[in-house]
């Protein structure tokens, strides 16, 4: 397709501000083409104008309805597959392999909440019978559900142009639970951004959706981002980003007369612990594993591991493998200019605190916007000591902390909120660290046995989410199927006739859906 630069606004294109921003390369610092125009007040007001239209009829489409909407959007990607590929690597740095493997992944999560919304339990249905007779007071018919909350804004990510962007995770899960849904595009790829977002509106059209359930819009985060959220059309907010990015949005969402929940995904430096037996039997093997999630992507995963745990005294040839690898490492072009200058500027500085030592770095990057591999090593009386120990470097950096297990587990403990946390042990080993276990369950939402955090598999039991400032909200996740309860409320409806019913409450189940009948699961 020939890129406009302008929003996608309902079935309507904007025409844009007199600001213009381009994609850069970050590999060459050339400004790639078109420029993109950013969304006026007007077209903003427009696209929420929209959504609201969209929403009392799209929330009661059926679930099979709004499964074929996904499943037409993951067609329409797949269609434009190999442009995404041409463009993305000149507005990211990352390799075409990359994209189209994020491509895959982003229309797999399309058609596991169109299977979702199409099978129709995920509405947790319950049913109360009415007790006419019971004594001392009569119980009355009361019957529930979940339903969908409003229009949504999703923010795109940086670091995952499609798989958190335009039809990401977010969008696919507000659209499945029957939310229109408002995308910001992100300034670092506007022309991927783009390509999905007029493939997303295709699937629109084809299906037959109402006009306003998608929106694309360019533009200043004051102007367009913080607009979207104090606007009361939306009710609720998706945004996988920095912390002060987050932040500064639940602050925004916090203070309007109608407070709405923000699921920000923001930061965590996952720690990985490595206990001594595991250490003795394959201590070089694991330093492999632990160096490949280390550099995956140039280090730019949400769950890079940023902190690795070693008791003193057991990781000799692990620590020595781990050096050489690191020291052989290839340096790689980081996401943007400002990602690449953060990394350069965090590790310049943990370098620079006392006690801290480099245990191993690659040569330095020959090229600009590139980021190369380092290993700092401190102890974990440092390291509990100095809070700003814990800072999050985004890029393939990580700190090797050495200690006894007691402190060390008394680090977990203290802690902030992790998207994961990770052991590496035998099975005696582990049955023997409950203190361990409990303390990185209480701060992580997914506990890794023996692997490395990079890597999230879309599915119904997975969970990237976890205690602030992870997520704003640690009781949901951005990825897999429970994402959609962050875009639904519970209603309860008493002595309802049968045609004030939704469909999937009725007696006889019309949707054939699995339902709570008086406290009993079955498809009745």
């Known amino acids: 397709m020939s890129l406009l630069?302008?929003?996608?606004?309902?079935?309507?294109?904007?025409?844009?501000?007199?600001?213009?921003?381009?994609?850069?390369?970050?590999?060459?610092?050339?400004?790639?083409?078109p420029a993109y125009l950013g969304a006026t007040s007007e077209e903003v007001a427009r696209a929420l104008e929209l959504a609201a239209a969209a929403f009392p009829k799209y929330s009661r489409l059926s679930g099979k309805e709004r499964g074929a909407f996904l499943r037409a959007i993951a067609g329409e990607i797949e269609t434009v597959a190999d442009e995404i590929a041409a463009r993305g690597p000149l507005e990211t740095g990352l390799p075409e392999a990359r994209l189209r493997g994020e491509t895959a992944r982003t229309t797999g999560q399309l058609r596991l909440f169109a299977a979702l919304a199409?099978?129709?339990?995920?509405?947790?249905?319950?049913?109360?019978?009415?007790q006419p007779d019971r004594q001392p007071l009569a119980k009355v018919d009361l019957r529930s559900m979940l339903r969908p909350l409003g229009p949504v804004a999703v923010f795109a990510a940086s670091n995952f142009p499609l798989a958190?962007?335009?039809?990401?995770?977010?969008?696919a899960s507000a659209l499945a639970a029957g939310c229109p849904v408002i995308v910001k595009a992100h300034s670092s790829h506007p022309g991927v951004s783009e390509i999905v977002g007029a493939a997303v509106r295709r699937a629109a059209e084809k299906t037959?959706?109402?006009?306003?359930?998608?929106?694309?819009?360019?533009?200043?985060g004051r102007d367009v981002g913080i607009a979207l959220v104090e606007a009361p059309q939306i009710k609720a907010v998706g945004?996988?980003?920095?912390?002060?990015?987050?932040?500064?949005?639940?602050?925004?969402?916090?203070?309007?007369?109608?407070?709405?929940p923000v699921y920000a995904e923001m930061s965590s430096i996952n720690p990985v612990v490595f206990l001594p037996e595991i250490l003795a039997q394959k201590g070089e093997v694991l330093a492999e594993g632990l160096f490949g999630s280390l550099t995956m992507g140039v280090g730019q995963f949400c769950t890079n591991p940023g902190l690795v745990f070693?008791?003193?005294?057991?990781?000799?040839?692990f620590l020595a493998k781990l050096k050489t690898l690191v020291e052989?490492?290839?340096?790689?072009?980081?996401?943007?200019?400002?990602?690449?200058?953060?990394?350069?500027?965090?590790?310049?500085d943990l370098a620079k605190k006392k006690d801290v030592a480099v245990l191993a770095k690659?040569?330095?990057?020959?090229?600009?916007?590139?980021?190369?591999?380092?290993?700092f090593q401190t102890s974990v009386d440092t390291f509990t000591a100095d809070p700003e120990l814990c800072a999050e470097m985004f890029g393939p950096a990580t700190l090797v902390i050495t200690g006894s297990l007691e402190k060390i587990t008394a680090a977990i403990v203290d802690l902030e909120g992790q998207l994961t946390t990770s052991i590496h042990g035998t099975d005696t080993e582990i049955a023997q660290v409950d203190d361990l276990l409990a303390a990185m369950e209480n701060r992580s939402g997914r506990v890794i046995f023996n692997g490395f955090p990079t890597g999230v598999e879309v599915c119904h039991s997975m969970v990237h989410g976890g205690p602030f400032p992870s997520t704003s909200d640690g009781r949901s996740t951005s990825v897999g199927s429970m994402a959609i309860h962050r875009f639904a409320r519970p209603i309860s409806w008493q002595s309802a006739p049968q045609s004030a019913l939704p469909a999937e409450l009725r007696d006889g189940n019309p949707s054939g859906i699995w339902r709570m009948i008086d406290g009993q699961r079955g498809q009745g």
């Open 164 to 171: 958190f962007s335009v039809a990401g995770g977010d969008t």
């Open 239 to 260: 945004f996988t980003g920095s912390r002060s990015g987050g932040t500064a949005l639940m602050a925004a969402a916090a203070k309007r007369p109608e407070p709405i």
């Open 118 to 130: 199409e099978e129709g339990s995920w509405v947790d249905a319950r049913i109360e019978h009415a």
């Open 328 to 348: 052989a490492g290839a340096p790689g072009v980081m996401l943007n200019s400002a990602i690449c200058e953060a990394y350069h500027s965090a590790t310049s």
């Open 5 to 33: 630069g302008t929003s996608i606004i309902g079935a309507s294109r904007g025409n844009g501000s007199k600001v213009t921003t381009h994609a850069i390369n970050p590999a060459t610092g050339e400004k790639l083409e």
């Open 310 to 317: 070693l008791e003193e005294n057991s990781a000799g040839p």
């Open 362 to 375: 690659a040569a330095a990057a020959p090229g600009q916007g590139q980021g190369s591999p380092v290993v």
């Open 208 to 220: 037959g959706m109402p006009e306003g359930v998608f929106s694309l819009l360019y533009g200043g």
